[in-house]
């Protein structure tokens, strides 16, 4: 089962986001991870680079496909995690943690509210899978 | 495809049970202005015999006792005779990489084996299972340039084979991109001066030896680009020249792309041919196309693979790093077979030929009264002679002597009038070297 802290918010695109003040810290899922298996390689945004919510911001290669990785709020890239450029199974070892990928500047705080709780989250992912 | 046998009656069920009495019906779909109702304007039926007479007949209007010194991206080397039988082998003959790839491991093995001396050649560290041709292996370049940059302004001389640069321009006319052209004409290799790469450049790019046979000063242009964030992207339409030249990689650059005919494939009237692709480990997953790896099956024995292929279009779709999802399979087989006959000392001899005779051939033109060279720099085994009269001239007086003497640059350059592009390889015997140079003396 998968792991899903509960000061987390999430999409259900398996983003999850850590708000802090304007910023927000940005990975994939514990649950992503293990459907993707082993990840090989994360291609990252510049820091700079703006996004709308909902806009691909970079993408997630495991040995079986590369898949997008979806920006949950619009903002401002500040901060991207480049351990992962030599260290991608991070992402799979600790999704929450050292596998963080990108920092962003909020440019709509109020669109936090619009995000999945861990209970919402888990539901979905039941959802899905029953489908 | 399948051949699938079915007689009249069958046809006419198979119409019937989607409703249609006629096959002509089916192409209603397609406006009428477009569809074709002349008959085909092929003339009567003819006997069998009488049609192969008529053949041959036009065969021999061919032109065949002709000396060619023509080049200009397609280059006559000798073939050994070698790669044909090997080629029709039925486990070799065809132009796909095969489906279900890893069945083929022996067709995998000689594309790991092109690969390796792709880069070998090109001073690379990954090369792809091959692209179409040289020009759209470079196409290929400047769209990997600015993925991996992230910019879209390019920087492009002249001197790159015109064809190559249409073709460029019909791979990215509609992707905004910004494309500088620097004129040589004058100056024959890229004058630096005259380049304005920037932070926004995503690639400086350019051929070596160039259109006009001369050898660029790659290291110069790589260290430009480089300055700037740019990468620098080398077309090489001689491949020939790595058997002679400092190889791209060692100079800096950042992408080489290669046109590969003269690696054992006939001229065949411009195509088909075979385009190499090479780059940096670093950016070996914005690498259009197939790639070929070793590995070990779960017994630890040596095996080969496609490997990334989660770039490519069937499994990432519009997020593909670009649309070809083969190679040209049997001509990097060509390649293939022609660089292991040859070997590297075989490849540097044949390169050492072509650069003695094409430069013995320079010096005795430039003896004649009224001609020169146009360019003074270093050049492999083509090089732009200034004529005395207008060059398309010239090289139509010496047609009549059995002589194809070269391209009339005005062609490509209005501006070159007095300007032929001679092209002198190692199937040129002195002979005819000596033929051609007192043909053009008169």
Same mark, same amino acid.
């Given at each position: 089962? +998968? ?29 992503? &991870?293990? &459907? ?32 997008? =990785? ?9 901060? @991207? ?31 936090v509210d619009a995000l999945l709780t861990a209970a919402e989250y888990e539901d979905y992912i039941k959802e899905e899978?029953?489908? | ?11 006419r069920s198979m119409l019937e049970s989607i409703g249609y009495e006629r096959i002509e019906q089916l192409f209603e &779909? ?36 002709? $000396? ?10 000798? =073939?050994?005779?070698? =790669? ?41 560290? @990954? +090369? ?34 015109? $064809? ?93 792309? +290669? ?93 050492? $030929?072509?650069? $003695? ?6 010096e005795e033109i430039a003896k004649l009264d009224g001609f020169g060279l146009k360019f003074a720099a270093p050049f ?58 007192? +043909?053009?003396?008169?």
């Open positions: 089962m +998968a792991n899903t802290p509960e000061e987390l918010s999430y999409t259900k695109d398996h983003e999850w986001v850590r708000t802090k003040g304007e910023q927000a810290t940005v990975g994939i899922t514990d649950h992503a &991870q293990q &459907q993707l298996g082993d990840v090989v390689y994360v291609e990252l945004p510049k820091v700079g680079d703006k996004f709308e919510s909902g806009e691909p911001f970079g993408s997630v290669e495991s040995v079986k496909a590369v898949s997008e =990785i979806y920006m949950p709020l619009s903002g401002t890239v500040v901060e @991207v995690n480049s351990t992962l450029n030599d260290a991608p199974e991070k992402v799979n070892e600790d999704p929450y943690g050292d596998g963080w990928m990108v920092v962003v500047q909020l440019g709509n705080a109020s669109e899978a029953s489908e | 495809m399948r051949y699938i046998p079915n007689s009249p009656d069958e046809r &779909q397609i406006p009428e202005n477009v569809r074709s109702t002349e008959p085909l304007g092929i003339g009567p039926p003819v006997s069998e015999p009488d049609l192969l007479a008529y053949f041959r007949e036009l065969a021999s209007t061919n032109a065949t006792d002709f $000396q060619s010194f023509l080049g200009a991206g397609a280059y006559s080397h000798h =073939i050994p005779v070698v =790669i044909d039988p090997l080629i029709s082998r039925s486990e070799f003959f065809t132009a796909y990489t095969p489906y279900q790839p890893e069945l083929s491991q022996g067709t995998l093995q000689y594309i790991f084996e092109f690969q390796t001396m792709i880069c070998q050649l090109t001073g690379m560290e @990954v +090369a792809n299972a091959s692209m179409y041709d040289g020009s759209t292996a470079l196409s290929e370049a400047v769209l990997m340039a600015s993925r991996v940059t992230r910019r879209n302004k390019f920087i492009i001389a002249d001197s790159v084979h015109p $064809q190559y640069r249409e073709v460029v321009d019909a791979y990215t006319h509609n992707l905004g991109f910004e494309i500088d052209l620097v004129r040589c004409g004058q100056t024959g290799p890229l004058d630096l001066n005259s380049v304005r790469a920037g932070k926004d450049t995503a690639a400086i790019i350019v051929q070596s030896p160039n259109f006009f046979g001369c050898v660029e000063d790659l290291k110069a242009i790589a260290d430009a680009a480089h300055e700037q964030g740019a990468l620098l992207i080398v077309a090489v339409a001689e491949a020939m020249s790595f058997g002679a030249l400092r190889s791209p990689g060692a100079c800096g650059a950042d992408i080489v792309v +290669a046109e590969g005919q003269s690696f054992g494939i006939p001229l065949s009237y411009g195509g088909p041919y075979v385009g190499l692709f090479a780059t940096l480990e670093k950016y070996i997953r914005q690498i259009p196309g197939r790639l070929v790896g070793e590995t070990r099956d779960s017994n630890g024995r040596r095996g080969y693979v496609l490997t990334l292929s989660t770039r490519e279009q069937h499994i990432r779709r519009e997020k593909a790093t670009s649309n070809i999802c083969t190679n040209q399979g049997l001509f990097a087989l060509m390649a293939t077979i022609y660089l292991a006959t040859m070997g590297r000392r075989g490849v540097q001899e044949v390169a050492r $030929q072509n650069l $003695q005779k094409a430069h013995y051939a320079a492999f085994n083509e090089f732009v002679v200034r004529t005395p009269e207008r060059a398309s001239e010239v090289a139509r007086r010496l047609l009549d002597k059995k002589i194809l003497g070269g391209i009339a640059l005005e062609t490509y350059y209005p501006e070159l009038k007095d300007s032929l592009l001679v092209c002198v390889t190692e199937v040129a015997k002195r002979e005819a070297i000596d033929r051609l140079v007192s +043909a053009l003396a008169g």
